[in-house]
C-alpha cells in the first residue's frame, strides 16, 4: 500500500496542474489566467473526472473568486473545467464577467457555476448582489450570466414559506 501512495500523490499532483492551466470563462483576460487553489485537502477521481478539495478552499482565477468548505471541480475528456461546484455555510462567489457588466458577489450554501454555458445556479440561503447595490434573496436564484437574465424562487414550505426579496437602490430606478 505505501508503494501506491507516491504514485496517487503524483497523480493528483499531474491532474491539479493540467486543472490550474485549464481557463474559466468571464472576462477575457480571466481565461487566459492560472486558477489558484488552496484547501486543507484535495482527492482525485480520475475516472469520474473530478477533483475535490476540501477544508477552507479558495479558489482564484482572474476576477473569479470562490470560497467554500468544500469545491468539487469537474472536467470533460479534453481536460476543459466545465462546472464548478461549492458548498458551505455560505460558499461565496465573485466575478466580473464582463468589461460593461458590474461586478456580481453571491453567497448560498449551494453553489454551481457551469462554465460551457456562464450559468450560475445558488441553493439554500442564496444571496447575489452587483456593485450598485441592486440585490436579490430567495431559496434558489438562477443566474444566466452570459444572457443577464435571472429567475429567483422563494422556498414552498407549508410550515415556513420563505419568498424571495429584492432589493434596488435609487439610482438604478432613476435612471430612464
Not at 441553493?123 to 450570466?145: C, K, M, P, T, V
Request: glycine letters at 4%; one cysteine or more.
Amino acid at each position: 500500500m505505501m508503494a501506491c501512495k507516491p504514485l496517487v500523490s503524483f497523480l493528483l499532483l499531474l491532474l491539479c496542474a493540467l486543472w490550474l492551466t485549464t481557463p474559466v470563462h468571464a472576462l477575457p483576460s480571466d481565461k487566459e489566467q492560472p486558477i489558484h487553489i488552496s484547501a486543507n485537502s484535495a482527492q482525485l477521481d480520475r475516472k469520474k473526472r473530478t477533483a475535490t478539495y476540501s477544508g477552507d478552499v479558495r479558489l482564484k482565477q482572474g476576477t473569479l473568486e470562490i470560497s467554500a468548505d468544500q469545491i468539487t471541480i469537474h472536467t470533460n475528456s479534453n481536460d476543459e473545467v466545465e462546472k464548478m461546484e461549492a458548498r458551505g455555510k455560505p460558499a461565496r462567489y465573485q466575478q466580473k464577467p464582463a468589461e460593461n457588466q458590474a461586478t456580481i458577489t453571491a453567497q448560498a450554501n449551494s453553489i454551481r457555476y457551469t462554465l460551457t454555458n456562464e450559468q450560475l445556479l445558488l441553493l439554500e440561503n442564496a444571496f447575489l448582489e452587483q456593485e450598485n447595490g441592486a440585490s436579490i434573496s430567495g431559496n434558489r436564484i438562477d443566474y444566466d450570466i452570459r444572457k443577464e437574465i435571472m429567475k429567483a424562487a422563494g422556498k414552498k414550505d407549508a410550515q415556513q414559506p420563505q419568498r424571495i426579496e429584492i432589493v434596488i437602490p435609487p439610482q438604478t430606478i432613476n435612471q430612464d
